[in-house]
């Protein structure tokens, strides 16, 4: 394989078939002189993180309208941020991004920093995403390897040992094809192959600019890499969560700062833990002293574990602690929450 060649190949090809991205400054546009905002860089690559393209771009498109700016953000009220972020998951990011925007706002005047050092010392910024905005703000030779990427590097070498043992493999492999020529593009590129060509399933290898070096491909078995350990059993938790309402309003409550679904608006819930609540139980549990009627169950599946959640009704003038939101500002809410609301309807 010949790295010089390869880069080219798939530079020249970046060049023809980059995909259109609301945060992209596309390779015409940043030949031309014009760069990308890091603000936009990193905010992007902190949503991406977990979620896909087109399930990210309109959040990304309300973010941007509603804080321009890095110190926009960094001036929003917390709960509107949260609220904001609700159902792209992964909470935890958010949270994260506000400490983020806050000390580029007020501790580095508003400017990101430019290197990937810099970066990495950002509350809340990990290897690649200061390898992401270090390449595609500041055109920095960083390494920047996502699940794309993995994948990609997998094929291209044929990597036999599984996911997740490969990737300090895949990440050197990534690294040996990092040059000082547009690096920008080139992490762009690669991001974009495996997105649009090298897919996870039935990859198009007729239309792949590095196909000639592919060692998977010639193998004619593309597909089966990158390989994979078994998964373990995602294990089960089980809670109880209550829909209060006060004629057209729901009752919401702040969830703690800390864990799982962290400072964000929430049904009443009991913990949820690993056996089911009895009816007992839950009655004891209950938020409310009014009857609860039951409404079902639903399921939802978190990255670590999966919920079975009972759902229970109940009409109340008041709640403690709660805030009454009324029907039509609940799209708000996280996605496990909704299907609650939607169960007890």
Request: contains cysteine; glycine residues 8%; positive net charge.
């Amino acid at each position: 394989m010949n790295p010089a060649a390869l880069r080219s190949a798939l530079l020249s090809w970046y060049d023809a078939h980059a995909r259109a991205l609301p945060w992209r400054v596309g390779p015409a546009e940043h030949a031309s002189g014009m760069r990308a905002d890091p603000y936009r860089v990193w905010l992007s690559e902190v949503m991406l993180q977990q979620t896909t393209v087109p399930h990210a771009a309109p959040y990304f498109l309300e973010f941007t309208r509603r804080w321009p700016t890095v110190t926009d953000l960094a001036r929003a009220a917390d709960p509107e941020v949260m609220a904001a972020w609700a159902g792209l998951g992964y909470y935890a990011r958010a949270r994260n991004l506000l400490a983020c925007a806050r000390a580029v706002a007020f501790e580095h005047g508003g400017v990101f920093p430019d290197t990937e050092a810099g970066l990495a010392a950002l509350p809340g910024v990990g290897p690649y995403t200061a390898a992401a905005v270090a390449a595609i703000a500041f055109d920095r030779p960083a390494n920047v390897v996502d699940g794309n990427v993995e994948r990609v590097m997998a094929r291209l070498f044929a990597v036999e040992p599984p996911l997740p043992s490969a990737k300090p493999e895949l990440k050197r492999l990534a690294g040996g094809l990092v040059g000082d020529e547009r690096p920008g593009d080139w992490a762009q590129a690669l991001m974009d192959l495996g997105a649009t060509v090298c897919r996870p399933k039935a990859p198009l290898c007729d239309r792949c600019p590095v196909a000639e070096p592919c060692a998977a491909r010639a193998g004619g078995a593309a597909e089966t890499y990158p390989r994979r350990e078994a998964k373990a059993a995602r294990p089960r938790r089980y809670g109880v969560a209550w829909v209060v309402t006060r004629g057209e309003e729901v009752a919401l409550v702040r969830r703690p700062p800390k864990g799982l679904l962290g400072g964000m608006l929430g049904l009443p819930t009991t913990d949820w833990r690993d056996a089911p609540w009895s009816e007992a139980d839950a009655r004891a549990a209950s938020p409310v002293g009014a009857p609860c009627a039951a409404a079902g169950e639903i399921e939802h599946v978190f990255t670590h574990f999966a919920l079975t959640l009972q759902v229970r009704r109940a009409e109340a003038e008041a709640l403690e602690t709660a805030e009454w939101t009324r029907r039509e500002g609940l799209a708000a809410l996280p996605s496990v929450f909704l299907k609650a609301v939607r169960r007890a309807s």
